[in-house]
């Protein structure tokens, strides 16, 4: 069946740090990759997406290239912000999973920046 | 443009009784999807439904549990007889139109459940 495996969190870094998350896959088919916000208090948001071998999503300052070799899809920015503290999901949909049409999350990682 | 509404926001209850959790998709929207999320664990998936219309349930317990989306008014996810496990935070999601692969979903802020 189709999984994601995050890095464990908190991950906690000063402001201006480098960030990364790292996320890899495992599925059935040939899936789309998928990066969720939850901001404290509120519902997740799709940060960054891409459907196919390396694709590159792109928002606000946040990066991830669809590593198919390597089953990956690592979440970077260059220059973290206090307002990024936040926990970052990692998912995937299937689209070779029809019957079931639903995302496969991680297990979420707190991203804690430090002023 | 609201969001996807959840309410209640926060829900307790004692075991054996009965959860309603409610959910209003944005509107247009058509497809809901719920997921539960247990403490340090992802949202896993429970269950996909269109108006009228369970699409997917296969993330659904077996007993206790059920859903519905009828044509007028909010999805309802209903546990029955709850028990401590049951415990988790309830997101809705909604799209506009079903398949995920790159539809984009819109989620509500959860109801956490907390059976005593």
């Known amino acids: 069946g189709n999984s994601v495996t995050q890095m464990e969190g908190p991950v906690t870094l000063s402001e201006e740090a480098f960030l990364t998350i790292n996320c890899t896959y495992t599925?059935?088919?040939?899936?789309?990759l998928f990066w969720y916000v939850q901001y404290p208090g509120e519902g997740l948001q799709l940060l960054l997406k891409a459907t196919k071998a390396d694709d590159k999503g792109s928002n606000k300052g946040f990066e991830a290239t669809y590593r198919k070799e390597t089953t990956s899809f690592h979440l970077e920015k260059g220059s973290v912000q206090v307002s990024d503290s936040a926990v970052y999901f990692c998912?995937?949909?299937?689209?070779?999973?029809?019957?079931?049409?639903?995302?496969?999350f991680g297990s979420g990682t707190r991203l804690q920046v430090q002023p | 443009n609201a969001g996807v509404m959840q309410n209640p926001r926060h829900l307790v209850r004692r075991r054996g009784q009965e959860a309603r959790l409610r959910c209003s998709p944005m509107k247009g929207h058509s497809h809901v999807y719920w997921y539960r999320q247990l403490p340090e664990e992802g949202l896993k998936f429970m269950v996909y439904l269109q108006k009228e219309n369970i699409i997917d349930e296969s993330g659904m317990p077996k007993e206790r549990f059920s859903a519905e989306f009828p044509k007028e008014g909010p999805s309802i996810l209903r546990i029955q007889q709850v028990v401590r496990g049951d415990s988790a935070a309830y997101f809705c999601?909604?799209?506009?139109?079903?398949?995920?692969?790159?539809?984009?979903?819109?989620f509500g802020s959860g109801t956490q459940l907390s059976v005593l």
């Open positions: 998912a995937l949909s299937d689209p070779g999973d029809t019957g079931r049409r639903a995302l496969t």
């Open positions: 599925a059935t088919g040939y899936p789309s």
């Open positions: 999601a909604s799209s506009q139109a079903g398949g995920q692969g790159n539809e984009k979903l819109f």
